[in-house]
Nanobody, 121 residues
């Protein structure tokens, strides 16, 4: 059974940082890359970043490039999303997904329950 579990969300002031974690299990070799998307109330889902855990390829959305960094600890099957310089518009539920890391940031079939990130002004 595929499981994807996010953690690390919370409340932070504008300009602050948070690190999200994603632990995955039950995946196959065809869908072992991990990525993140977010969704704010009334807005469309937005792909953020992903990492190919075999060759280290990373992709980022333009909206977060330079502020967010994705990394992987393969021994722990855990991926991290370091988020710096957070702004109120980053407020959303952040979801981790399991799939294939491509530039489109949209190739996935499994995702977790999400973790809330709230940035106050």
């Amino acid at each position: 059974e595929v499981q994807v579990v996010e953690s690390g969300g919370g409340l932070v002031q504008a300009g602050g940082s948070l690190r999200l974690s994603c632990a995955a299990s039950g995946f196959t070799a065809d869908e072992e890359d991990i990525g993140w998307f977010r969704q704010a109330p009334g807005k469309e889902r937005e792909g953020l970043s992903c990492i190919n855990r075999s060759d280290g390829y990373r992709a980022y959305a333009a909206s977060v490039k330079g502020r967010f960094t994705i990394s992987s600890d393969n021994a722990k099957n855990t991926v991290y999303l370091q988020m710096n310089s957070l702004q109120p518009e980053d407020t959303a539920v952040y979801y981790c997904w399991l799939g294939v890391c491509e530039k489109s940031l949209s190739e996935y079939n499994y995702w977790g329950q999400g973790t809330q990130v709230t940035v106050s002004s």
